[in-house]
Structures are given as structure tokens and as C-alpha cells.
């Protein structure tokens, strides 16, 4: 069983940056597609990006709304998955998710992120 816990949400003006990490547990991080979704309450939950174990290239994609702005990458000696964000804006607000896929997919509890106007 594996276990996500997400980090490094909070409050930040439009244009500024946050990092968001996702610590992993209970399984093979290596092997893993490892990605990030964001939901904001009364609509639909939204793939930001992901990215695949390094054996497998560690191919990343992205979102159209995110693409040169977000940046997604991992670290798997610490068993961590990022999200750099950069230029946000309002619309980026949304708790973000973290999630690990091999056979099944996972989630974390989700992080919140703001972004005031």
C-alpha cells in the first residue's frame, strides 16, 4: 500500500512561485508514473502533469493551462516527486494532488494552494 503526502501549499500573490513536494511510502517509488492533479470544489479534477520512472524515460506532460509555467520532476533516492510553479495566477488556485501509478493508481490528501489577484 502506498502512502503520498503532500507538501509546500499555501498563500502566494499572482506571479509568484511555489514548490510543491509529494513524499512516497509503502512501495518502489523507481517504478512508479508519478503525477500531479488539481480540483477546485464544483469542478472537475484536472491532470496537471506527470512523469514517468527514469527506466522509462522519465517522460514528462503537462496540462496546456500549465505548460511553461509548471515543471514536474523527481528525485528518487528520496522518494519525492515536485511540482515547481512559477507566474501563477488565480486560476492555478486548487488543491493539488499528488498521485503514483503502476498497476493501481494512489493518492495523497491533497495540498492547498492560493493564488490572490
Known amino acids: 500500500q502506498v502512502q503520498l503526502v503532500e507538501s509546500g501549499g499555501g498563500l502566494v500573490q499572482a506571479g509568484g512561485s511555489l514548490r510543491l513536494s509529494c513524499a512516497a511510502s509503502?512501495?518502489?517509488?523507481?517504478?512508479?508514473?508519478m503525477g500531479w492533479y488539481r480540483q477546485v470544489p464544483g469542478k472537475q479534477r484536472e491532470l496537471v502533469a506527470t512523469?514517468?520512472?527514469?527506466?522509462?524515460?522519465?517522460?514528462?506532460n503537462y496540462a496546456d493551462s500549465v505548460k511553461g509555467r509548471f515543471t514536474i520532476s523527481r528525485d528518487n533516492p528520496k522518494n519525492t516527486v515536485y511540482l515547481q510553479m512559477n507566474s501563477l495566477k488565480p486560476e492555478d488556485s486548487a488543491v493539488y494532488y499528488c498521485?503514483?501509478?503502476?498497476?493501481?493508481?494512489?493518492w495523497g490528501q491533497g495540498t492547498q494552494v492560493t493564488v490572490s489577484s
Open positions: 509503502g512501495g518502489i517509488f523507481s517504478i512508479y508514473t
Open positions: 512523469i514517468t520512472s527514469n527506466t522509462s524515460g522519465g517522460t514528462t
Open positions: 498521485t503514483a501509478k503502476w498497476i493501481s493508481m494512489f
